[in-house]
């Protein structure tokens, strides 16, 4: 158990659709990352939080929105759904290493099918 | 260009040998990390080992250790005595600005397949 925590695990929806993916960070952690990973364009990143403020934005599309609450934990909408939108999608949360960087701890990912 | 590219194709290994995964990156910063993960075939990614671009030492952690070139703009992961339970995707990132805190996201590659035989 890593300690970032992801629900759901699996989702099954239909086109044109919209779904939240939700995420709890590690205790402690103040960074929440969203991650899409899918079989063409691999991991990409998508947006992050710091302490409940976009701290960066990736190739988050226009039909996708995150937040980051008070109490830490992050939600990511996505509506409109399209079929390419099927992916796993990672929250991560990031841990202080040494000499600055930061370890980023995955959750377990949800896994997205949209038919 | 890429910031991270694994070009190896699906690699084989025999169990208790070593292997190297190839990483290659691109930065024009002097400041900034490179991490390995690991997911197996369950999804999760997890955390193997980092070097900081100011590391004088490549960085070891048990069975793994990454070679360091920074002249070549290299990151190569070594798995010494390799184990059934190592066959999995493997994924190089980099993060650059490594001290401003600006923006810490991680940049992945498209990750090697790692097989190891019995």
């Known amino acids: 158990d890593s300690g970032v925590t992801q629900t759901p695990k699996h989702l099954i929806t239909a086109t044109g659709q919209r779904v939240t993916l939700r995420c709890s960070p590690r205790s402690g952690d103040l960074s929440v990352y969203w991650y899409q990973q899918s079989l063409d364009q691999g991991l990409q990143f998508l947006i992050q939080y710091y302490n409940g403020e976009e701290r960066a934005k990736g190739n988050i599309l226009e039909r996708f929105s995150a937040q980051q609450f008070p109490d830490l934990h992050s939600e990511l909408n996505l509506s409109s759904l399209e079929l390419g939108d099927s992916a796993l999608y990672f929250c991560a949360s990031s841990t202080p290493g040494r000499q600055g960087a930061n370890v980023l701890t995955f959750g377990a990912g949800s896994r997205l099918t949209v038919l | 260009a890429q910031k991270i590219t694994q070009t190896q194709p699906g690699m084989f290994v025999q169990e208790k040998e070593a292997v190297t995964l190839d990483c290659t990156y691109d930065t024009s910063d002097q400041s900034y990390g490179l991490f390995w993960y690991k997911q197996p075939s369950s999804g999760e990614m997890i955390f193997l080992i980092y070097?900081?671009?100011?590391?004088?030492q490549n960085a070891t952690e048990g069975r793994y250790s990454l070679n360091f070139q920074k002249a070549r703009k290299s990151a190569n992961l070594v798995i010494s005595a390799s184990q059934l339970g190592d066959s999995a995707m493997y994924f190089c990132?980099?993060?650059?600005?490594?001290?401003?805190?600006?923006?810490?996201?991680?940049?992945f590659g498209k990750g090697i397949t790692l097989s190891v035989r019995p």
């Open positions: 070097q900081g671009s100011y590391d004088e």
């Open positions: 990132a980099m993060r650059e600005a490594l001290y401003t805190g600006a923006n810490s996201k991680l940049t």
